[in-house]
């Protein structure tokens, strides 16, 4: 039998959203489908629950769902001096956390020396990149700046020999991305993403003047979504850090990523300090707009996501969204938590509320009340609807009155009709999209006008079928 659907949830702002239920699988069963009923089925609302931390010590996390495939890709946070770089595979999210690591990038391959930092898969127009900010020449933070790398068409992602090799991301002149060579550039944190049918990437920029780094800004640019190594447009800045807690620590704004909802577009990025004040904040603009623009986007006030003591969650943010197994938009995002010496990614799924934004800090219990979890529903089973018409005849054959019924059955079922008559019980079989005939002679030489009535049966369900047939005297 087919399954019973979703649950709705309504919430006090008057937003609502959909969750699969689990159906008790022994009152499904009690629903007999042979025969007309109601029946009572129960079941629990499904919420996904995702060990906290999901990994440890992976900060920046990013979980893309690939044609059958969910990959997983961060950045190490024990430490810049690793061998490599490396995702993992699994056939569902919650596989991830034991999928083995898959090196896609060796130390020393053009020129990385390590770091890795913020990596992100994208799937532009059927293929997949890597997106990451690697440190260049030297295990230096100064020296890290944005490459992406492609994946042959065809390739497995968790093998090293079918990514082909890194290339940095250049201005559309092809210089480095950085004002020139007297204000060299760090840049880092790379998203991709498309939009009214253009590729757009934003990233976090930082410009060097005689020695001083400056504050690290997000920046916009067009990409050809075939060669995303180069730009297409001249870099232009969304927004500097200003408010309070962007600023507070240090001045910075990074790790950006988009989502989209009612023809909005969302873009969520981080800033302050990489330590209990990191926080989530939030653009809005509207879908098919320039987005390289910086006046179409609507700048938040307060950050959407940030420390939450009852939660012990201190500093989270660098989030990335997917989608898990039921199609529901899942948060992933790092965090420290209370004897934590790194950062840890976590996961929750996301809530749109009533004004159009994007809530990302609902709890568990939010999201659906205890007292809420178990649901029922109504299972009718209703018999296969009789669609039967019949009309009477009557004629002479040899001095004697014959009452002919024609039957026509529109349904999808054969049809049993037992008939009643002043001149005997008769059945008639028709079939699916057929129509029958039954002759039934009266061993009269006439008769009266009047009904035959008989009962129509198809599967388990019957109806009442009549015809009336006009008087006739033969001879």
């Given at each position: 039998?087919?399954?019973?659907?979703?649950?709705?949830?309504?919430?006090?702002?008057?937003?609502?959203?959909?969750?699969?239920?689990?159906?008790?699988?022994?009152?499904?069963?009690?629903?007999?489908?042979?025969?007309?009923?109601?029946?009572?089925?129960?079941?629990?609302?499904?919420?996904?629950?995702?060990?906290?931390?999901?990994?440890?010590?992976?900060?920046?996390?990013?979980?893309?769902?690939?044609?059958?495939?969910?990959?997983?890709?961060?950045?190490?946070?024990?430490?810049?001096?690793?061998?490599?770089?490396?995702?993992?595979?699994?056939?569902?999210?919650?596989?991830?956390?034991?999928?083995?690591?898959?090196?896609?990038?060796?130390?020393?391959?053009?020129?990385?020396?390590?770091?890795?930092?913020?990596?992100?898969?994208?799937?532009?127009?059927?293929?997949?990149?890597?997106?990451?900010?690697?440190?260049?020449?030297?295990?230096?933070?100064?020296?890290?700046?944005v490459y992406v790398q492609k994946l042959r068409t065809g390739g497995d992602p968790t093998v090293l020999a079918d990514w082909e090799a890194p290339r940095p991301v250049l201005k559309q002149d092809g210089s480095a991305l950085q004002r020139d060579a007297q204000h060299p550039g760090i840049s880092l944190d790379m998203t991709a993403f498309q939009d009214?049918?253009?590729?757009?990437?934003?990233?976090?920029?930082?410009?060097?003047?005689?020695?001083?780094?400056?504050?690290?800004?997000?920046?916009?640019?067009?990409?050809?979504?075939?060669?995303?190594?180069?730009?297409?447009?001249?870099?232009?800045?969304?927004?500097?850090?200003?408010?309070?807690?962007?600023?507070?620590?240090?001045?910075?704004?990074?790790?950006?990523?988009?989502?989209?909802?009612?023809?909005?577009?969302?873009?969520?990025?981080?800033?302050?300090?990489?330590?209990?004040?990191?926080?989530?904040?939030?653009?809005?603009?509207?879908?098919?707009?320039?987005?390289?623009?910086?006046?179409?986007?609507?700048?938040?006030?307060?950050?959407?996501?940030?420390?939450?003591?009852?939660?012990?969650?201190?500093?989270?943010?660098?989030?990335?969204?997917?989608?898990?197994?039921?199609?529901?938009?899942?948060?992933?995002?790092?965090?420290?938590?209370?004897?934590?010496?790194?950062?840890?990614?976590?996961?929750?799924?996301?809530?749109?509320?009533?004004?159009?934004?994007?809530?990302?800090?609902?709890?568990?219990?939010?999201?659906?009340?205890?007292?809420?979890?178990?649901?029922?529903?109504?299972?009718?089973?209703?018999?296969?609807?009789?669609?039967?018409?019949?009309?009477?005849?009557?004629?002479?054959?040899?001095?004697?009155?014959?009452?002919?019924?024609?039957?026509?059955?529109?349904?999808?079922?054969?049809?049993?009709?037992?008939?009643?008559?002043?001149?005997?019980?008769?059945?008639?079989?028709?079939?699916?999209?057929k129509t029958g005939t039954l002759a039934i002679s009266t061993r009269a030489t006439s008769i009266a006008a009047g009904t035959v009535t008989g009962t129509a049966t198809v599967g388990a369900a019957t109806a009442p079928v009549t015809a009336t047939h006009p008087a006739l005297r033969c001879g």
């Amino acid at each position: 039998m087919p399954t019973p659907g979703k649950a709705t949830l309504s919430y006090t702002d008057g937003s609502t959203k959909q969750l699969p239920v689990d159906w008790s699988a022994a009152d499904l069963a009690a629903v007999d489908t042979s025969k007309p009923g109601t029946y009572q089925v129960a079941g629990t609302v499904r919420q996904r629950d995702y060990a906290a931390p999901f990994l440890r010590a992976e900060a920046d996390p990013n979980i893309l769902k690939w044609k059958d495939r969910y990959l997983f890709i961060s950045t190490d946070d024990r430490g810049d001096d690793q061998p490599g770089m490396f995702l993992r595979s699994a056939p569902t999210i919650d596989g991830l956390r034991t999928a083995p690591d898959s090196m896609i990038v060796r130390k020393g391959t053009a020129g990385i020396q390590g770091c890795y930092w913020a990596p992100e898969l994208h799937a532009l127009d059927g293929e997949l990149y890597a997106f990451y900010a690697p440190c260049i020449g030297a295990v230096d933070w100064q020296k890290v700046t944005v490459y992406v790398q492609k994946l042959r068409t065809g390739g497995d992602p968790t093998v090293l020999a079918d990514w082909e090799a890194p290339r940095p991301v250049l201005k559309q002149d092809g210089s480095a991305l950085q004002r020139d060579a007297q204000h060299p550039g760090i840049s880092l944190d790379m998203t991709a993403f498309q939009d009214g049918g253009r590729t757009y990437v934003a990233w976090s920029q930082r410009y060097i003047t005689g020695g001083v780094i400056g504050d690290a800004e997000l920046w916009i640019a067009t990409i050809d979504p075939a060669n995303p190594w180069r730009l297409t447009s001249e870099p232009r800045k969304l927004i500097t850090a200003s408010l309070g807690w962007e600023t507070n620590q240090t001045n910075v704004a990074e790790g950006a990523t988009a989502i989209f909802r009612d023809g909005k577009v969302f873009l969520t990025y981080s800033a302050a300090a990489t330590d209990r004040t990191y926080a989530v904040g939030l653009l809005v603009a509207e879908s098919g707009a320039d987005l390289t623009d910086q006046g179409v986007w609507t700048k938040s006030d307060a950050p959407l996501l940030k420390s939450d003591p009852v939660a012990n969650l201190w500093g989270p943010g660098h989030n990335s969204f997917t989608v898990d197994e039921d199609g529901n938009e899942v948060l992933v995002f790092h965090a420290r938590a209370d004897g934590s010496t790194h950062r840890d990614a976590y996961l929750r799924r996301i809530h749109w509320a009533a004004d159009g934004l994007p809530v990302l800090d609902m709890s568990r219990t939010e999201e659906v009340a205890t007292a809420n979890r178990t649901v029922r529903t109504t299972v009718v089973v209703e018999g296969t609807p009789v669609k039967i018409a019949s009309t009477a005849t009557v004629r002479c054959i040899s001095g004697k009155v014959v009452v002919s019924l024609t039957t026509k059955n529109t349904g999808a079922e054969s049809a049993d009709i037992r008939w009643s008559t002043p001149w005997g019980e008769r059945t008639q079989l028709v079939g699916s999209q057929k129509t029958g005939t039954l002759a039934i002679s009266t061993r009269a030489t006439s008769i009266a006008a009047g009904t035959v009535t008989g009962t129509a049966t198809v599967g388990a369900a019957t109806a009442p079928v009549t015809a009336t047939h006009p008087a006739l005297r033969c001879g």
